[in-house]
């Protein structure tokens, strides 16, 4: 019995691993940049979308999901901006643009200082728990706890039967 919940463990903690979202981003060297969205797991963020923001003014520069390939090809923005690859809920990852061959202009560059609460930011942070994760693991091992114990309590009264028999 117990060797097959060992195996039984083994074989769902496999089938449970997580992924994360992978954002590659390359310099062309001819003001255009490749974007490449994956999972850790090595699958392809097809249709997942890339948006590139301004960190001036907050506006969305360009905006397209990934194709079957997942990888685009996009112009520099002259503005310092922000590459956001949105995945979906939990799975937006944000990463600093790359410098046009001329550089951004020192007036855009002072702007950039400014908060600016149009940008996109990551919706969900690996480390933190909400209040609903913190109060359901609890739960669980409290009733972990709990189902030991009466296992426990019970095996111990079917030994002291079988030993009076």
Not at 44 to 60: C, N
Not at 75 to 100: M, R, S
Request: with cysteine.
């Amino acid at each position: 019995m117990k060797n097959i919940f060992i195996f039984l463990t083994i074989c769902l903690s496999v089938s449970l691993n997580a992924h994360n979202l992978i954002i590659n981003v390359m310099d062309n060297s001819d003001n255009t940049i490749t974007v490449r969205g994956e999972f850790s797991t090595g699958e392809d963020a097809a249709g997942a979308m890339i948006r590139l923001e301004s960190l001036v003014s907050g506006d969305i520069l360009f905006k397209q999901r990934l194709p079957a390939e997942s990888e685009l090809i996009v112009n520099i923005p002259k503005e310092p901006y922000q590459i956001v690859l949105d995945g979906g809920p939990g799975h937006t990852i944000i990463k600093d643009g790359i410098a046009p061959l001329e550089g951004f202009a020192e007036e855009l560059k002072e702007k950039v200082t400014d908060v600016n609460t149009k940008l996109s930011k990551p919706e969900n942070l690996n480390n933190e728990w909400d209040f609903l994760t913190i109060f359901f693991f609890t739960l669980c091992l409290i009733l972990f706890a709990l189902s030991i114990y009466f296992s426990n309590k019970n095996t111990n009264k079917i030994l002291e039967k079988i030993k009076e028999v």
